[in-house]
């Protein structure tokens, strides 16, 4: 029943907010605020669940193909800590958004909520259409916050960002049609147990229906499959949209953006493309760590050039998944580990440094480093909550970000050539580099305006939604287990079929 409520609950909470008061802003924010800790609290107990699923439900047979839709979800350890990490970023978004959403803070708090409802959808989602229509409808309330609440060049940001999902998606479709036009044909002829599964898409159906499809067609598949998922992470050549969304959306969007979003990306190859294109994966994974490191150098020198605060938030967040993707096609235990992990660690760290950069901006009213300084004497709780989430994201030792990074560079020692373990090195370096400078800019030195005659810092309520995800940061560095235990819990792996074609793979990455 958890897993229902964990996709539906979001969207009854998008209704609620909509149909609210619209005059006052400040009571549509408590509204929000209570919902949103209301469906905290329904997604939290999934972290003891273990693996658990739904009743497949058919919702319909799609038209001249024959193949059955189903509501159909499912959870392992992975898919758990996805849908409480958008629960915790959530009220959050909510407190720290209330100043760029001004009046329309009932618009904004829905937005919102259908963002936690789809992206909670698309990592629960068992049935390969009902996953597809989650990955794309997270597009929708995404690109309205950035198109209704961002910046100045806010239109050329979410035109962006609906051009570059398409290039992934638009593939992935015909995919998945394709596949649909196979099934109800191919799947029934395996085994007993499947004839009982024909013409559906679901995980362990499609072990099955790939295995009928010829080489060179699941090489397409599996192409436009990693397409869909590099453009959501995103990886280097993909990234324009990246850095103009972050940046010109509002600081709440780019918060889940970053923080739960971008993970989708991640999850997508951990949990779908790896295990059911496993040969493909082992065949091409050298393509795909060079990649990753490209990402991890590109994004640090990117960094390392802007004068904008999300920006530079942006880019390293490039710099950082990027690591995550080499990681993780050496095919170690190590990396699905450290993959896992930096998937929670990121998303909590990158979040709470774009919901401060998001307040310092309003102060100030600019997004220009150098417009900044001082604010550890005019804002001392904002400069120690910034100060802490900054020193996580680079992985200081006594943070889950340590951990992460670690798993992921002694897979690489283990799996890769020493070349590339050295230059994805050099890159975690470079992260401290330029976040100590955006921390050095915008806490200490002269101050680049006019101190403000009042005194100006986090109101309490923005302090008590951010300590909360900074601690969780430090007790998972000292104690990740309960996070590790998800990269050992493979749903997919206890599917019918899966095994065998995981041995397969194993093999393959080892010659």
Do not use: C
Request: hydrophobic residues 60%.
């Amino acid at each position: 029943m958890n897993l229902h409520l964990a996709v539906i609950a979001p969207l009854i909470a998008a209704l609620l907010a909509m149909f609210s008061s619209g005059k006052d802003a400040s009571q549509a924010l408590r509204n929000a605020l209570l919902l949103a800790l209301a469906i905290l609290g329904i997604s939290a107990p999934l972290l003891s669940g273990g693996i658990q699923s739904t009743e497949p439900l058919t919702w319909f047979v799609l038209p001249a193909v024959g193949t059955r839709l189903r509501w159909f979800l499912a959870t392992d350890g992975l898919s758990s800590w996805l849908v409480v990490l958008s629960a915790l970023l959530v009220p959050a978004a909510l407190v720290l958004g209330r100043r760029m959403a001004g009046d329309r803070m009932r618009e904004f708090a829905s937005l919102v909520f259908l963002m936690q409802a789809f992206m909670a959808g698309a990592v629960l989602a068992a049935d390969l259409f009902l996953f597809y229509g989650f990955f794309e409808a997270m597009l929708l309330p995404a690109t309205l916050l950035i198109a209704l609440f961002g910046g100045r060049d806010r239109r050329k940001a979410a035109t962006l960002f609906v051009v570059f999902s398409l290039v992934g998606s638009v593939p992935l479709f015909v995919s998945i049609w394709w596949l649909a036009t196979l099934a109800p044909y191919h799947v029934a002829s395996l085994t007993q147990s499947a004839v009982q599964l024909e013409g559906t898409l679901g995980f362990t159906e499609l072990q099955a229906l790939l295995a009928q499809v010829s080489p060179a067609a699941r090489g397409w598949i599996f192409a436009s499959f990693a397409l869909a998922f590099l453009v959501k992470l995103p990886v280097a050549g993909l990234h324009v949209w990246q850095a103009e969304a972050y940046a010109e959306g509002p600081a709440a969007s780019s918060a889940l953006l970053t923080g739960v979003m971008a993970k989708v990306g991640l999850y997508g190859f951990l949990r779908i493309l790896i295990p059911l294109f496993p040969m493909e994966a082992a065949r091409y994974s050298g393509a795909f760590m060079v990649l990753g490191v490209v990402t991890v150098l590109v994004g640090a020198f990117l960094a390392l050039q802007q004068t904008e605060i999300r920006r530079v938030l942006a880019f390293s967040s490039l710099s950082h998944l990027g690591l995550g993707i080499a990681a993780l096609f050496t095919f170690r235990a190590e990396a699905q580990a450290g993959v896992v992990l930096l998937i929670v660690a990121h998303g909590l760290s990158a979040a709470t440094l774009f919901l401060l950069a998001g307040v310092a901006e309003s102060w100030m009213d600019s997004t220009h480093v150098d417009d900044f300084g001082a604010l550890s004497r005019q804002s001392p709780v904002f400069a120690v909550l910034f100060a802490l989430a900054a020193l996580a994201s680079v992985g200081l030792p006594g943070t889950a970000g340590f951990v992460a990074e670690f798993l992921m560079l002694l897979a690489l020692f283990k799996g890769a050539s020493i070349w590339l373990v050295a230059l994805a090195g050099s890159a975690v370096i470079l992260s401290v580099a330029y976040t100590l400078r955006l921390v050095q800019k915008l806490l200490f030195g002269k101050a680049a305006l006019a101190e403000p005659a009042q005194p100006r810092d986090l109101h309490l309520s923005e302090g008590l939604v951010l300590a909360p995800l900074l601690l969780l940061l430090v007790v998972l560095g000292f104690y990740p287990a309960p996070v590790l235990s998800a990269a050992r819990s493979d749903l997919l792996q206890r599917l019918p079929l899966a095994q065998a074609v995981s041995e397969d793979a194993s093999h393959a990455a080892g010659r």
